[in-house]
């Protein structure tokens, strides 16, 4: 934490970005999935042809010759909804969402009960355009055509996991598993629904079992990782994201989340290189570089902390937090004034972000604009009662201005807070210095330099001399 009149605290970053731990939520894999029920012989030969061939090149990832092929089939056969689902499927996996769209819509006008086009369609919507409470009222039209549609509920819970919406996900992965118990996804998106929920060690039992139904599912390895993670198993979690890495030696996600894992063993430099390794598979991947610019952070590169929030400004200049941290970065090398630019920035996109004010409020008192930081910590207790910093902070300004009653209430509120604060203690027994009462001055200075403060000492040792 910042401390504005002691140069030498000891301080640390007050807000935290670490954004790398994203359940990866499973969407286009399940496309595989739904492509079963949507093979019917065409009954023209030269269109069954077509259609066949088109099927084997959308396999070999051959989309747009596989459109081309179904084109041709359509030729012959107009009316065949399979030929409209696989065109629908092939633009879907070449980023033509609208084009799946239509072909599936198509499909559901020639055949308004096939089940599979709007699950299909579900997944267009939902994966597609980020549409999940549309893709929802699809998936529920695919179940009332076929109540035993095991991808429907699947897909349907995959939506209300975007939606957040986690024990209704739960509910329909349970029947996914009812109906197909050996449906691998299903139990890795239920270990993400439960996961969200808290519940770790019943989400490492679903992944557990993803992963002994499909081995090779990287997915499931590095969400495993994640819960071993939130139980503080890290050993386990950095085992299961090298096993993701593995099987996928890009997969950016994976090196983000052993990176934070590793953040978390305060590992910071090898914690780097894999938020480094991150950013050259996706060098627009802004977790990464907020992440990357944590790890910095604690290893006092606050150039390199700069550079990386700058970064993850240009990709997304509308995050309040970034600005902060930046602004934190360059009160660390001094450059109060444009740190105060950062922090008016994050409150023009956040005005009750406490820890902005708390920041400015750190960055005025450096260019001894008291009354101004007093204004800002004022807010930063007004948004936050309990932000144990400010309190201790204010008490340190309020100490500077010989507001000595007030300074002590501070203190005494940061105590209350936080009982572990030596900075409130070392403030608190100079103010009491500053009134005559060296017996209190010295008990708070031994508490404070029994919680780590290394400058107590020295100033019991003056104040026994006085």
Known sequence: MRYILDANKESLKGLNLQEGLVKKFLSVSLIIFLISPVYIFAAN????????????????????????????????????????????????????????????????????????????????????????????????????????????????GGAKNHLNDYAGAIKDFDKTIEINPNLSVAYDSRGIARDELGNYKSAVEDYNKAIELNPKDEQAYCNRGLAEDELGNYTSAINDYNKAIGLNPKDKVAYCSRGGTKYKLNDYTGAINDYSKAITFDPNYRDAYCNRANAKFHLGDYTGVIKDYNKAIELNPKDARVYCNRGDAKYHIGDYADAINDDNKALELDPKLPQAYYNRGIDKAKLSDYTGAINDFNKAIELDPTFEAAYCNRGLVEGRLDDHTGAIKDFNKAIELNSKDAAAYYGSGLVKFKLGDKAGAIKDLKKASALGDKQADEMIKMIQLK
Do not use: W
């Not at 629908?88 to 559901?108: M, R, V």
């Not at 699950?119 to 980020?130: E, I, P, Q, R």
């Open 45 to 156: 030969t030269d269109a069954d042809a077509y259609y066949h061939r088109g099927n084997a090149k959308a396999n070999l990832g051959d989309y747009a010759g596989a459109i081309r092929d179904y084109n041709k089939a359509q030729e012959f056969d107009p009316k065949d909804v399979s030929t409209y689902c696989m065109r629908g499927i092939a633009k879907y996996a070449i980023g033509d969402i609208q084009g799946a769209i239509q072909d599936y819509n198509t499909a559901i006008e020639l055949n308004p009960k096939f089940a599979s086009a709007y699950c299909l369609l579900g997944n267009a919507k939902g994966d597609g355009l980020g549409d999940y409470t549309s893709a929802i009222k699809d998936y529920n039209k695919a179940i009332e055509l076929n109540p035993k549609y095991a991808d429907a509920y699947c897909r349907r």
